[in-house]
């Protein structure tokens, strides 16, 4: 059974920066397309940052130049780097396959707040 857990939420001000961990069990990990996904209060689940096995990355463009995704095989982790960060990306994060498989649970997710 595949277990994402997040970590490294919080809160930070406006122009600040974070860094988020997702460490993966019980999948092929250094294969599979990993992916950070984030939801915002009243809105949906949207993706923001991918990356594959050999780590080509892809991002939205609403975080285009401020994240960076990047992975570490060897530990099955999938890490968002997130900088001059905007009230806007306040949200829960999640990481998961991209895409999203049946029967594969979110995880709790962390939250990420920015606020003056």
């Known amino acids: 059974q595949v277990q994402l857990v997040e970590s490294g939420g919080g809160l930070v001000q406006p122009g600040g920066s974070l860094r988020l961990s997702c460490a993966a069990s019980?999948?092929?990990?250094?294969?599979?397309?990993m992916g950070w996904y984030r939801q915002a209060p009243g809105k949906q689940r949207e993706l923001v940052a991918r990356?594959?096995?050999?780590?080509?990355?892809r991002y939205s463009e609403s975080v285009k130049g401020r994240f960076t995704i990047s992975r570490d095989n060897a530990k099955n982790t999938v890490y968002l780097q997130m900088s001059d960060l905007k009230p806007e990306d306040t949200a829960v994060y999640y990481c998961?396959?991209?895409?999203?498989?049946?029967?594969?649970?979110w995880g709790q997710g962390t939250q990420v707040t920015v606020s003056s």
């Open positions: 019980g999948s092929t990990f250094r294969l599979d397309v």
């Open positions: 990356i594959g096995g050999g780590g080509i990355t």
């Open positions: 998961n396959f991209y895409p999203v498989r049946p029967f594969v649970s």
